[in-house]
């Protein structure tokens, strides 16, 4: 029985964690607006240490329609350079910033994003979970 009951326990965190990390990566999709993506792009390709003619940013098809021109205005000079404004299907938003040949990239993108933020916030949310199952044992 008791067994049973902690595998119920472990399951239901199992469950309460993954519902956690979908809201998550929605709030993050969300939160990326247009004026959002160009003002992060603009700062980080003007700011790059080093050669931006080997970089292209990628981004998902409702965010390329959004900012593409924007960017293509405030990044004309590292366009002029060789750096790139792409679109990708396999991007639901956000970007990457990626080197040509493919040998590297920067995930930007809402997944990658709520992947970082789900890696830092899902211990503290099974501590949480585990002090309340503690406790109403106790009780």
Partial sequence: MSQAGRDLVLN???KITDLFNVIVKSEVASAMDEKILGDAIAKLIT???????NLK???SEKDYEK????LKSKLAEQIKKGFDIKL??????????????????HNFSAEGIAEVLS?????R???LLEKG??????A
């Fill in 47 to 53: 700011s790059w240490n080093g050669d931006v003619s």
């Fill in 88 to 105: 990708s299907s396999q991007l639901d938003a956000g970007f990457l910033v990626s080197v040509k040949d493919g040998s590297a990239y």
């Fill in 57 to 59: 940013i990628l981004l």
């Fill in 67 to 70: 900012v593409e021109k924007g």
């Fill in 133 to 138: 199952v503690k406790g109403k044992a106790g």
């Fill in 12 to 14: 239901l965190q199992s």
């Fill in 119 to 123: 890696e830092y916030l899902n211990p």
């Fill in 125 to 127: 949310l099974s501590a």
